[in-house]
């Protein structure tokens, strides 16, 4: 007999086919020294539950919208073919403002806004040779580089943050940095130690050290200054991401970039899964 109808109990004889099994088994197992087995009932959907489903309730509503446009427009026009026209291209630009304003994507999976620029100015540079990483955890924490960036003048963290405008961004003695009262050290030391994880973990896979430098990209208040270095850390407006990379020399050549993006993709896991 099957090994799929194996029973937890130790009998092979699956209790579900009773009706198949010879005259004289089936009286044995009506009767009341056989043991018996009891099944809890399988619960069917009823159609209230399905209708409070998501995926039925955005059709309920499609349709109602439909509806209603449609009525309307052919109450006015006297003409009920326009009407269902009417209707017809309401849900349709239903189905596609609904389709571009949501998202399957849980909210705190999605890039934010600074990430988003950052990202539109990184792809810019694949033209010139550059290759980029989204969103890479560090194994072991829960901490993860924003945007890697491997090209011809070296290996980079850009973590993007956008920070309140109505606060000023200011530096102390060259060493501390500040958003309005707040003290950004711990954002500093968390940049800091997220490149040199990364540069660690992908120097050991390369045969070789490879620094990558560390750097916030802030957006929302003004930076008073181009590039300033901060506990070991590149500080600087937003919309320079691109420049600060690109404005030095040349370090690396294309068959190293891409051994070390490879290497990069394998050592730092994609923080949400690849695709």
Same mark, same amino acid.
């Given at each position: 007999?099957?090994?799929?109808?194996?029973?937890?109990?130790?009998?092979?004889?699956?209790?579900?086919?009773?009706?198949?099994?010879?005259?004289?088994?089936?009286?044995?197992?009506?009767? %009341?020294?056989?043991?018996?087995?009891?099944?809890?009932?399988?619960?069917?959907?009823?159609?209230?539950?399905?209708?409070?489903? %998501?995926?039925?309730?955005?059709?309920?509503?499609?349709?109602?919208?439909?509806?209603?446009?449609?009525?309307?427009?052919?109450?006015?026009?006297?003409?009920?073919?326009?009407?269902?026209?009417?209707?017809?291209?309401?849900?349709?630009?239903?189905?596609?403002?609904?389709?571009?304003?949501?998202?399957?994507?849980?909210?705190?999976?999605?890039?934010?806004?600074?990430?988003?620029?950052?990202? /539109?100015?990184?792809?810019?540079?694949?033209?010139? /040779?550059?290759?980029?990483?989204?969103?890479?955890?560090?194994?072991?924490?829960?901490?993860?580089?924003?945007?890697?960036?491997?090209?011809?003048?070296?290996?980079?963290?850009?973590?993007?943050?956008?920070?309140?405008?109505?606060? %000023?961004?200011?530096?102390?003695?060259?060493?501390?940095?500040?958003?309005?009262?707040?003290?950004?050290?711990?954002?500093?030391?968390?940049?800091?130690?997220?490149?040199?994880?990364?540069?660690?973990?992908?120097?050991?896979?390369?045969?070789?050290?490879?620094? *990558?430098?560390?750097?916030?990209?802030?957006?929302? %208040?003004?930076?008073?200054?181009?590039?300033?270095?901060?506990? /070991?850390?590149? *500080?600087?407006?937003?919309?320079?991401?691109?420049?600060?990379?690109?404005?030095?020399?040349?370090?690396?050549?294309?068959?190293?970039?891409?051994?070390?993006?490879?290497?990069?993709?394998?050592?730092?896991?994609?923080?949400?899964?690849?695709?």
């Amino acid at each position: 007999m099957d090994s799929d109808n194996q029973r937890e109990d130790g009998h092979n004889a699956s209790p579900i086919w009773v009706s198949d099994r010879p005259e004289g088994e089936r009286t044995a197992a009506a009767t %009341p020294s056989a043991p018996t087995t009891t099944y809890a009932p399988v619960e069917r959907a009823s159609v209230r539950d399905l209708l409070q489903e %998501p995926r039925f309730r955005r059709m309920r509503n499609r349709a109602l919208v439909a509806i209603g446009v449609a009525i309307v427009v052919g109450f006015l026009l006297r003409d009920w073919r326009l009407g269902v026209t009417a209707g017809v291209v309401a849900a349709v630009f239903e189905a596609v403002y609904r389709a571009r304003s949501h998202s399957t994507v849980p909210a705190w999976r999605r890039a934010s806004v600074a990430e988003r620029r950052t990202e /539109g100015q990184l792809r810019r540079l694949e033209r010139s /040779g550059y290759r980029t990483l989204h969103a890479r955890a560090i194994p072991g924490s829960e901490a993860q580089i924003d945007h890697l960036v491997v090209g011809p003048t070296g290996v980079y963290a850009v973590d993007s943050e956008k920070w309140d405008k109505r606060l %000023p961004v200011r530096v102390q003695s060259g060493k501390k940095l500040f958003h309005g009262p707040f003290d950004m050290k711990p954002r500093l030391t968390e940049a800091k130690w997220e490149a040199s994880q990364a540069s660690e973990l992908i120097s050991k896979a390369f045969g070789r050290e490879v620094v *990558v430098v560390p750097s916030l990209a802030i957006y929302g %208040p003004p930076v008073p200054w181009k590039i300033m270095t901060i506990r /070991g850390v590149d *500080v600087y407006q937003g919309d320079r991401a691109r420049k600060w990379i690109t404005k030095r020399e040349r370090a690396l050549t294309p068959a190293e970039i891409d051994r070390l993006y490879d290497i990069a993709a394998q050592v730092l896991p994609a923080r949400y899964g690849e695709g």
